[in-house]
């Protein structure tokens, strides 16, 4: 999610900017300061009690039978004449001087032992042992103001000037987001709809004794437009819009966060009816029970959270909306009747929600006359409404760069393999061999594809290295947008992933890592073809798979016992044999054709699906129809 720096512009900062930093910087630079007096002060009051010497001095009193006391460290000597013993305590004075470098300590202390003076005994009685005590004290005493600045920060934020959190709470008065600038996404709008009306007059709701839901979960994939959503309730209600992020709450100080949840709640009260939106709520509101250990921090934030949730009245017109892609690892509290009750799905756009995403989203773009906008969504099917702003920046950002007024269709498709490839590497030098491997390799994929009865067609080839690190790709594009998928299908697209190993084996007879990413993707195929979805007779009904975060990467985690873990390991391996067995046949009985279309290719590089099907249908049919398996 992309956060506008320039909504500060629009409305206050409701955190008080930076002052905190800078009382902590004052407090800090008095507490040294202090800390530098105190002990120059106790340096001066020492020196004064013990005063320099010459070393001579010291032999000429030693000499002289001056010496009273005599204390012999290891880098000096302190002595007291007898003259200063004799006088009253508190006005004694001793000396100190340095000791030569390996001078006998020993024997100087036997000698003057000899001529009767106490040596290492020296006690100057004064007042330094108070003046200690009191300079101990002030030290104590500007520690103490430290942490009671620091405690204060932390423990209510709203208490004196040091307490105002620093948290980037966002406020817009307005957003100027409205629904007509959301694309697709009907069904969360119309549960949005309540809300907004309820903002626009609470009244009509309170009359009766209704009360309102006080927040709202949007939970979908990160990109699909969560925050897009929270922006234009605020826009559509005309109210003001509170922003802040659940990592935005979580700090290295215990308690910091429950003071930023009680400030945002604060500072919105003031100005309510108005929107709350907490984007990505799983940093604070995650489950409190699942895991090791404790995060306390977390757990008093999220407790603040449910209090103010509960605080404040609905009537006021507050409402809180959360964004999440882990609604599994929410606090089951937090999605408690009068809490978080209302879970809105903001799903993937279909096919007609990208059209209307792609249509808004160049709504200010020039666009020449070839733009088809319904291929390129059709193209796009997976892909989410912020892959599809930035593909159309792209192709902005590409037609300047060629120096057009207008962006074509040509500009939206290569932005589009760029989103998903990475830009064209111009310097990567492959040698006439890897280039025929990589030709095969890609046709294999190809012709797969448009041998095979249920596969999707192609849409382009190329053998052009791309910065993603791909030195080739097969681009599909789908028809219709299919939510079901048959085993036949399934099966299909095993067959197009091993196309491309199968081309290297039967026409070069080696292997090479090109294959690497196609394999992996044909294993995580099978897996999830036999423990997640039943169409293994090896498991037959059984899916020892669980999805574990189903709006993120879709992973699914085993829960079983090992024999059946290693039960499904064999049955992924016999059905990729098998498969790879298969596709092999079909590319043998298909060689005369592989070999013209990756000669073809060869040549030029880059050809398109439609040149890839006029070979396909200008040849020889009887080994073409053979080559269609069904899969049972
Ligand atoms: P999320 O909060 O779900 O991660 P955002 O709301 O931050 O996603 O979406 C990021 C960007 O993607 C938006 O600023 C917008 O440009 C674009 N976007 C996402 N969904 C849509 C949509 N349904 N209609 C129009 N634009 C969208």
New binding site residues.
């Given amino acids: 999610?992309?956060k506008d720096p320039s909504q500060n512009r629009n409305g206050k900062d409701p955190s008080g900017g930076k002052k905190p930093k800078n009382n902590m910087l004052v407090a800090l630079v008095i507490t040294v300061v202090v800390v530098l007096l105190i002990s120059s002060l106790y340096n001066t009051i020492s020196k004064s009690r013990y005063q320099e010497a010459d070393y001579n001095d010291f032999l000429e009193a030693k000499e002289n039978g001056q010496l009273a006391e005599v204390e012999i460290q290891s880098d000096r000597l302190i002595y007291m004449t007898k003259e200063e013993a004799e006088k009253p305590a508190g006005q004694q004075k001793a000396f100190f001087t340095g000791l030569p470098q390996g001078g006998d300590t020993m024997a100087l202390a036997a000698e003057l032992a000899a001529q009767g003076v106490v040596v290492n005994r020296l006690i100057v009685e004064d007042n330094s042992a108070i003046m200690m005590l009191l300079s101990y004290a002030l030290m104590l005493g500007a520690v103490f103001l430290l942490m009671n600045m620091l405690t204060r920060r932390l423990g209510d934020g709203a208490m004196g000037g040091f307490g105002k959190s620093t948290a980037k709470v966002y406020m817009e008065k307005q957003t100027g987001v409205t629904f007509k600038?959301?694309?697709?996404?009907d069904e969360a709008k119309e549960s949005l709809q309540e809300i907004i009306d309820f903002l626009h007059d609470p009244g009509k709701y309170t009359e009766i004794g209704a009360k309102l839901p006080k927040g709202a979960l949007l939970v979908?994939?990160?990109?699909?437009?969560?925050?897009?959503?929270a922006k234009a309730v605020a826009g559509e209600a005309n109210v003001p819009f509170f922003s802040m992020s659940g990592s935005d709450f979580v700090e290295m100080f215990v308690g910091m966060g429950a003071s930023r949840v009680r400030d945002l709640f604060k500072e919105a009260a003031k100005v309510a009816p108005c929107i709350i939106f907490i984007?990505e709520i799983d940093a604070v509101g995650r489950s409190r029970d699942n895991r090791m250990g404790s995060n306390t921090e977390q757990e008093q934030t999220l407790n603040q959270l449910l209090n103010e949730i509960d605080g404040f009245e609905s009537t006021k017109g507050i409402v809180c909306l959360a964004?999440t892609n882990r609604p599994e690892i929410l606090d089951k509290a937090l999605l408690r009747p009068g809490r978080f009750d209302r879970r809105i799905i903001?799903d993937r756009?279909n096919l007609q929600?990208r059209l209307?995403?792609l249509k808004?989203?160049t709504r200010k773009i020039k666009l020449s006359d070839d733009v088809d906008l319904k291929k390129l969504a059709q193209a796009t099917a997976g892909a989410?409404?912020?892959d599809?702003?930035n593909l159309v920046n792209e192709a902005a950002l590409r037609a300047v760069r060629k120096g057009r007024k207008m962006v074509n269709q040509e500009d939206l498709l290569v932005s589009f393999e760029t989103v998903i490839a990475g830009t064209e590497k111009k310097n990567t030098v492959l040698t006439d061999t890897e280039k025929r491997l990589v030709a095969y390799h890609e046709v294999g994929h190809a012709l797969v594809a448009a041998l095979e009865k249920h596969a999707q067609p192609v849409s382009k080839i190329t053998i052009v290295p791309h910065t993603s690190g791909a030195l080739g790709y097969t681009m599909q594009m789908p028809e219709e947008e299919k939510y079901l998928h048959t085993n036949q299908e399934l099966v299909t697209e095993l067959k197009m992933l091993v196309g491309g190993r199968a081309a290297e084996q039967i026409v070069f007879g080696v292997q090479t890592t090109g294959a690497a990413n196609d394999i992996q993707r044909a294993t995580a195929l099978a897996r999830n073809m036999i423990a997640q979805y039943g169409m293994s007779e090896a498991l037959g009904l059984m899916a020892p798979a669980t999805v574990a975060h189903q709006y993120l990467d879709g992973q699914a985690y085993m829960d079983c016992s090992q024999e059946t873990s290693a039960t499904v390991d064999r049955a992924i391996r016999e059905l990729l044999d098998r498969v790879y067995a298969q596709t092999k046949e079909l590319l043998t009985k298909n060689r005369s054709l592989l070999d013209e279309i990756s000669e073809y290719l060869l040549a030029k590089e880059t050809i398109t699906g439609d040149e890839l099907m006029a070979y396909v249908n200008a040849a020889d049919r009887p080994a073409l129809e053979e080559g269609v398996q069904e899969e049972g």
Avoid: F, N, R
């Avoid at 979908?220 to 959503?229: A, D, I």
């Fill in positions: 999610m992309e600038d959301v694309a697709g996404q979908g994939s990160p990109g699909t437009g969560k925050t897009l959503l984007d964004a903001v756009p929600g209307d995403t808004v989203h989410v409404g912020a599809l702003a």
